[in-house]
């Protein structure tokens, strides 16, 4: 796995739902996870190395490690609050999250303590080989498909989390961080931490392709994009894709490997902008309240209600400039575009000089810089003539 910025074929593979499809999304997610082929792929994701938080059972077993990742993972979806970013939200808090966040993890920042995001617009993404992807199932990759696939990462479960919340003290299970470069460290039994489930959508990479398209050939013979597709749609309409901890109290930027996905960055930035309220505030939140048949099917399953809050750019930055700053040519007096950065503030200014005060991380939004030298004003100027 390779991390880098959405390339134009990862976010051409993610189309979104409307917001109130995120309410009908979530059972087909949990239930697919639940199912056997559900634990099925999560073993095969842990015998293939492609998680980050395994499970170590006594004696080692990818299918019980794949039991205990499932049971946490429905619980997280049963209890989630159901969050849809606009894709205008999403690139702000890609644009902020340029500069990792500072401030030690903290829960004050979760909207709330299980939660389910899908974002608008991928968070990030990454390439895979597609031989990677059929050799463990005794398939081969036709000649037609594509050797390289870009897979976009699309939503993020959470919870808050300690290692004996899946597997309790007593039942001989030791939690693994898996590195990059093949090698695992335990993770400390009196660990607090975030958990986050990392989700991509379900033949992203095929959808793309004209459906005739021959993808993989076995002995029951070849498959092509288009049944590739039904197939993985028919199951759930985003799947796991991999998981990570933000341990409370470290910065990001020490809790994870140098060579870690920075998806983390950006739903942790996001939290930090919703949490941001008042003078401050960056976003507003509309709810959608679930209607009457659908709250009936989530108390029937046992799921919180589920009302989808939308997130978008607040009314008051919806004509600042996009995020993506602009280059401004040396010398020119063309303007510049300032996209959303961070901001170390301090609360207590009176106290600053003897070190008694506390500091906030703050994001601040982005906005449009004049000629150097000469301020831009954005707002006309209004002269009252009386008399």
């Known amino acids: ?18 917001p109130r499809e995120l309410a009908d999304w979530r059972p087909r997610m949990r ?59 999403t690139a702000w808090a890609h644009a902020a999250a340029a500069t990792p966040p500072a401030e030690p993890v903290s829960a004050r920042r979760l909207p709330a303590p299980t939660g389910l995001m899908l974002f608008a617009a991928p968070i990030g993404s990454y390439s895979q ?4 992807v059929f050799t463990p199932y005794g398939a081969q990759r036709a000649p037609a498909a594509p050797t390289t696939l870009d897979i976009p990462i699309v939503a993020v479960s959470w919870s ?19 590195h990059g470069d093949g090698h695992h460290t335990p ?58 901890l933000l341990p409370l109290g470290v910065p990001l930027a020490q809790s994870r490997p140098p060579d870690a996905p920075v998806w983390a960055d950006v739903v942790y930035t996001a939290w930090q902008m919703i949490s941001q309220t008042g003078g401050l505030a960056l976003t507003e939140i509309e709810t959608l309240p679930r209607d ?32 993506t700053p602009e280059p401004r040519p040396a010398g020119s007096d063309y303007r510049v575009r300032v996209a959303p950065y961070r901001r170390n503030t301090c609360l207590n200014p009176r106290a600053h000089a003897d070190g008694g005060c506390t500091h906030d991380e703050q994001i601040v939004a982005g906005h449009v810089r004049g000629p150097d030298g000469a ?7 209004v002269r009252l003539w009386d008399r």
């Not at 959508?201 to 005739?212: D, T, V």
């Not at 099917?297 to 607040?314: C, E």
């Open 1 to 18: 796995m390779h991390d880098q910025e959405t390339t134009p074929a990862a976010a051409a593979a993610w189309t979104p739902p409307a």
């Open 31 to 89: 239930e697919h996870i639940a199912s056997p082929i559900g634990h099925l792929m999560l073993a095969e994701m842990i015998r293939t190395g492609h998680t980050t938080l395994a499970p170590a059972t006594t004696p080692a077993s990818p299918t019980a490690a794949a039991a205990i990742l499932a049971r946490g993972e429905v619980d997280r979806l049963t209890d989630a609050a159901l969050y849809y970013v606009t894709a205008e939200m």
């Open 129 to 132: 080989s597609s031989d990677d």
């Open 160 to 178: 808050l989390w300690t290692p004996d919340r899946d597997a309790p003290p007593g039942t001989g299970v030791v939690w693994l961080n898996h």
């Open 187 to 244: 993770i400390p039994p009196g660990t607090q931490a975030i958990w986050l489930t990392f989700y991509t959508p379900a033949a992203a990479s095929w959808a793309q392709l004209p459906p005739h398209t021959p993808i993989t050939t076995s002995s029951l013979g070849v498959v092509t994009a288009g049944e590739l597709t039904e197939a993985a749609r028919l199951l759930a309409p985003l799947t796991w894709d991999n998981e990570t």
């Open 292 to 323: 009457r048949a659908g709250r009936r099917r989530d108390t029937r399953q046992h799921l919180t209600p589920g009302d989808v809050r939308v997130i978008r750019v607040h009314p008051h930055h919806r004509d600042a400039p996009p995020a």
């Open 375 to 381: 301020p831009w004003r954005t707002q006309p100027t």
